[in-house]
């Protein structure tokens, strides 16, 4: 059975109550925490916004490393499809040029064309090999550069943030909320649960003395 409507206009008083004394709370932690702070707020704050932009540009270096590594791996890979296609184009024209009557009697020419033959298989194998290598390299490649530009964004952010942390009072506020919201959030649901279960036991009572 639900509360009546003037256990709930308690219970809401109860909740303003809980959102006052936290916001009371918050407000001393906060003062507690700039007093105690042996560091200047301003230049605490322009050696943070410093150190997280000098990460952001060693990051944005690294993305252009990886970029211009990327490239000339893709580079290379036309470069060896390239040269496995003509070395097979040559090897085929060499094995036109060997037909199986002369083979069977092989002259210098032929075995100099035999040996070129050979040749050209072997390149187009290496080529081949080598192409299969650097698509691999390239995968690995795009891996990397997805998570530099991850870090990268949030850097981005985390830069923009501590540029807009201009205030102190903002500054050890943020401070004090995220390191005790946790205990503010348990303390205001338990202080809640106990007013709703009071007033549930209260009503009870005065429903069975009806």
């Known amino acids: 059975m639900g509360l009546r409507p003037k256990s ?3 219970l809401g008083k109860a909740g303003f109550a809980a959102l006052l004394a936290s916001v009371l709370w918050l407000s001393g932690y906060t003062v507690w925490l700039a007093l105690r702070d042996p560091v ?44 496995q296609k003509n070395a097979e184009k040559t090897r085929a024209e060499l094995h036109e040029l060997r037909s199986w009557w002369k083979v069977m009697i092989e002259t210098d020419e032929q075995r100099q064309i035999r040996e070129r033959e050979a040749r050209m298989e072997q390149m187009r194998d290496e080529a081949k090999k080598r192409t299969e290598e650097l698509k691999q390299e ?9 998570g530099v530009e991850i870090a990268l964004n949030q850097k981005r952010i985390a ?34 649960l106990g007013v709703w279960a009071l007033l549930a036991v209260i009503e009870r009572s005065d429903r069975s003395e009806v």
């Open 8 to 10: 709930l206009f308690s």
């Open 40 to 83: 200047d707020y301003g230049s605490h704050h322009s050696q943070s916004v410093r150190q997280l932009t000098g990460e952001q540009v060693d990051l944005e270096k690294t993305l252009i490393q990886e970029n211009a590594h990327k490239q000339a791996l893709l580079n290379e890979v036309i470069a060896q499809e390239a040269r």
């Open 138 to 146: 390239i995968i690995r490649s795009t891996w990397v550069i997805d």
């Open 159 to 192: 830069v923009r943030t501590a540029q807009t942390e201009d205030s102190a009072i903002h500054y050890y506020w943020s401070q004090a909320w995220s390191r005790s919201k946790w205990y503010i959030m348990g303390a205001v649901t338990l202080w809640m």
